[in-house]
């Protein structure tokens, strides 16, 4: 059965980070396998997304609103979400097809939701963390504004038909903490695309890269933010440079800590043994990851331990037949069980050190896991594995929902 399916995403102008990966991964995939996606997001450009080389360093009138009086910023995300869904409605009339389902985003308002029973379908949401979490970890939001956030949140969950996550902890948060009925919520982890993402030549790309060929490279790929644990890696790298003097740190990304990761290393004194990449195209990464030797994901306990975490540069890592070091958190328990890398315990730069030390002195252990790795990810965490999951899903809640309806068009005339 081919499904017709609105995709309705309120990521605007985004560039090619984790959220575009998963949704033109996960897109591309449902209309492989032969489903009918009609796309409503708020870019009403390119197929799936736009390619924003760089983001725009000044925010706009809203963006700075909003960070000067945190309770304005939720009326304006209500306003920004009020406009998104009406655009969708008008949209949609056009088009002249009612899908089967709405595939929506987690956002504050759950404009998702209201759209699929404004269109009397199937509402899907996915979740892949809660907003009342991050911004606490970040101290973006306190107080008053953290506590309406909150409040929200525990409204809207409960509300959508179906609630995919990619992490059990999280689908064990939702369950527990927002009383969101069990059979509602689904675990399907992120992937990776093992076509883009897989092993090749280190040495020739180090020269394509202009990087050292005499150096080891420690890679990270990701959003400098809070729970990413990048101030963990840079503050183990002493303790690596002293046993592993070739040892240099590859940091390949942005974000909003990468002032204070610069200042970090001049104090420590490590600032000629990093590399800061800058934003880099989703189909370069590969390259970076390649040219390394380890790869890293320290992520740090807080919010990580209560939504669990799904990566998708852990899997990318490991498609491109990479050891990992990551920090011992709620998904990632299967570096340990298919011997893929090494797991470590969070905010502990000591033990981090240790174990990318034990890695770097020996190539034929890193060989070893790599190739662990990549088979793992071939036979449990493809991109095209994950969209057919997707799609048992989706067919599974319509044909529920038309059951329930039928038995209740069925009570009204007995």
Same mark, same amino acid.
Request: aromatic share 8%; net charge positive.
């Given at each position: 059965?081919? $499904?017709? &399916?609105? *995709?309705?995403?309120?990521?605007?102008? *985004?560039?090619?980070?984790?959220?575009?990966?998963?949704? /033109? #991964?996960? =897109?591309?995939?449902?209309?492989?396998?032969? @489903?009918?996606?009609?796309?409503?997001?708020?870019?009403?450009?390119?197929?799936?997304?736009?390619?924003?080389?760089?983001?725009?360093?000044?925010?706009?009138?809203?963006?700075?609103?909003? #960070?000067?009086?945190?309770?304005?910023?939720?009326?304006?995300?209500?306003?920004?979400?009020?406009?998104?869904?009406?655009?969708?409605?008008?949209?949609?009339?056009?088009?002249? @097809?009612?899908?089967? $389902?709405?595939? *929506?985003? /987690?956002?504050?308002?759950?404009?998702?939701?209201?759209?699929?029973?404004?269109l009397k379908v199937a509402a899907i949401k996915e979740v892949n963390g809660i907003l009342a979490h991050e911004m606490k970890v970040t101290g973006s939001v306190r107080y008053l504004p953290l506590k309406i956030i909150d409040r929200i949140e525990r409204y809207s969950f409960p509300k959508a038909d179906k609630?995919?996550?990619?992490?059990?902890?999280?689908?064990?948060?939702?369950?527990?903490?927002?009383?969101?009925?069990?059979?509602?919520?689904?675990?399907? %982890?992120?992937?990776?695309?093992?076509?883009?993402?897989?092993?090749?030549?280190?040495?020739?790309?180090? #020269?394509? =890269?202009? $990087?050292? @060929?005499?150096?080891?490279?420690?890679?990270?790929?990701?959003?400098?933010?809070?729970?990413?644990?990048?101030?963990?890696?840079?503050?183990?790298?002493?303790?690596?440079?002293? %046993?592993?003097?070739?040892?240099?740190?590859? =940091?390949?990304?942005?974000?909003?800590?990468?002032?204070?990761?610069?200042? &970090?290393?001049?104090?420590?004194?490590?600032?000629?043994?990093?590399?800061?990449?800058?934003?880099?195209?989703?189909?370069?990464? /590969?390259?970076?990851?390649?040219?390394?030797?380890?790869?890293?994901?320290?992520?740090?306990?807080?919010?990580?331990? @209560?939504?669990?975490?799904?990566? =998708?540069?852990?899997?990318?890592?490991?498609?491109?037949?990479?050891?990992?070091?990551?920090?011992?958190?709620?998904?990632?328990?299967?570096?340990?069980?298919?011997?893929?890398?090494?797991?470590?315990?969070?905010?502990?730069?000591?033990?981090?050190?240790?174990?990318? &030390?034990?890695?770097?002195?020996?190539? /034929?252990?890193?060989?070893?896991?790599? $190739?662990?790795?990549?088979? *793992?990810?071939?036979?449990?965490?493809?991109?095209?594995?994950?969209?057919?999951?997707?799609?048992?899903?989706?067919?599974?809640?319509? #044909?529920?929902?038309?059951?329930?309806?039928?038995?209740?068009?069925?009570?009204?005339?007995?």
């Amino acid at each position: 059965m081919s $499904l017709h &399916i609105l *995709y309705y995403d309120l990521l605007k102008g *985004y560039y090619k980070g984790t959220a575009s990966t998963h949704v /033109h #991964e996960i =897109l591309t995939n449902l209309v492989k396998h032969g @489903q009918n996606v009609l796309l409503y997001e708020s870019n009403p450009h390119s197929p799936w997304y736009r390619h924003v080389e760089k983001r725009d360093p000044k925010p706009g009138l809203g963006n700075r609103l909003a #960070e000067a009086v945190p309770s304005l910023g939720i009326f304006l995300s209500f306003l920004g979400e009020a406009r998104t869904f009406f655009k969708g409605i008008i949209a949609l009339k056009k088009v002249n @097809q009612k899908p089967d $389902l709405v595939y *929506y985003r /987690h956002s504050l308002f759950n404009s998702g939701y209201w759209l699929a029973r404004w269109l009397k379908v199937a509402a899907i949401k996915e979740v892949n963390g809660i907003l009342a979490h991050e911004m606490k970890v970040t101290g973006s939001v306190r107080y008053l504004p953290l506590k309406i956030i909150d409040r929200i949140e525990r409204y809207s969950f409960p509300k959508a038909d179906k609630i995919i996550v990619v992490t059990t902890r999280l689908k064990e948060t939702l369950t527990k903490a927002y009383e969101v009925p069990e059979d509602k919520v689904v675990v399907l %982890e992120n992937g990776a695309n093992t076509d883009l993402f897989k092993p090749v030549n280190n040495e020739k790309l180090k #020269e394509k =890269l202009s $990087l050292e @060929q005499d150096s080891n490279y420690i890679c990270f790929c990701g959003n400098f933010v809070a729970w990413q644990g990048l101030e963990v890696l840079l503050r183990c790298m002493p303790l690596v440079l002293k %046993e592993c003097p070739s040892a240099c740190l590859l =940091l390949v990304g942005d974000g909003e800590l990468k002032n204070k990761l610069f200042e &970090i290393a001049k104090e420590i004194n490590i600032l000629d043994k990093i590399v800061f990449t800058g934003l880099v195209p989703h189909e370069k990464v /590969h390259c970076y990851i390649n040219a390394s030797d380890v790869c890293a994901a320290p992520f740090v306990s807080e919010r990580n331990e @209560q939504s669990g975490v799904s990566p =998708l540069k852990l899997c990318e890592y490991m498609a491109c037949g990479k050891p990992v070091v990551a920090s011992r958190i709620s998904g990632l328990e299967a570096i340990e069980e298919y011997k893929t890398g090494i797991l470590i315990k969070p905010d502990a730069p000591v033990e981090l050190a240790k174990a990318i &030390i034990t890695l770097l002195k020996n190539p /034929h252990l890193r060989k070893k896991m790599g $190739l662990k790795g990549r088979l *793992y990810v071939i036979e449990n965490r493809s991109w095209e594995s994950i969209a057919m999951k997707t799609i048992d899903t989706f067919k599974e809640t319509v #044909e529920d929902i038309r059951k329930k309806k039928m038995r209740a068009q069925l009570e009204e005339t007995t």
